[in-house]
């Protein structure tokens, strides 16, 4: 169960490039986590694009952003190269760290009810604690919430 103050659970998934990158390893600065379905499709692409003209007012505010998608890092690497992304990607293929965080369960699409994940975004301190939280965000209005937290 997330809630604000707690401490966001630690997790170390591989990034589009190969590494390996840790939530701990941005202690010291605000990030904001976002989940997102499937890289290159309308709205992920939507969101990303949004997140990645904001960045300079993010990065401003000495704050971080990862995204994270069942997506595998070759599949990553692509959407960033395609859309010049800044920011941090990460896959989580078996969806652990989305469940951990609550973003995957039960969705509707199309008539059809299916597992996946749920559009979430996620606010964290410097001292790795959860400042906000938000399920079911629409594409447009995660680099809404990311402005809000370098504000906070």
């Not at 630690?10 to 010291?28: C, K, M, Q």
């Not at 904001?54 to 069942?70: F, H, K, N, R, T």
Request: aromatic share 10%; charged share 30%; glycine share 8%.
């Amino acid at each position: 169960m997330i809630e604000i103050g707690a401490i966001a659970p630690d997790f170390t998934l591989t990034a589009d490039d190969g590494t390996e990158v840790s939530l701990s390893d941005f202690r010291g600065q605000k990030v904001v986590i976002y989940f997102y379905p499937k890289a290159n499709t309308p709205g992920c692409t939507k969101q990303a694009c949004a997140v990645r003209d904001a960045y300079p007012q993010i990065e401003a505010g000495d704050s971080v952003v990862i995204g994270i998608s069942p997506d595998p890092p070759d599949k990553l690497t692509k959407f960033r190269a395609k859309y010049n992304l800044p920011f941090i990607l990460l896959s989580d293929p078996d969806h652990e760290v989305a469940e951990t965080y609550g973003a995957w369960g039960e969705k509707k699409a199309f008539g059809k009810t299916h597992e996946g994940i749920i559009r979430s975004h996620f606010g964290v301190d410097e001292d790795g604690r959860f400042i906000e939280f938000k399920r079911q965000v629409k594409p447009e209005k995660t680099v809404d919430l990311a402005l809000k937290l370098v504000q906070l």
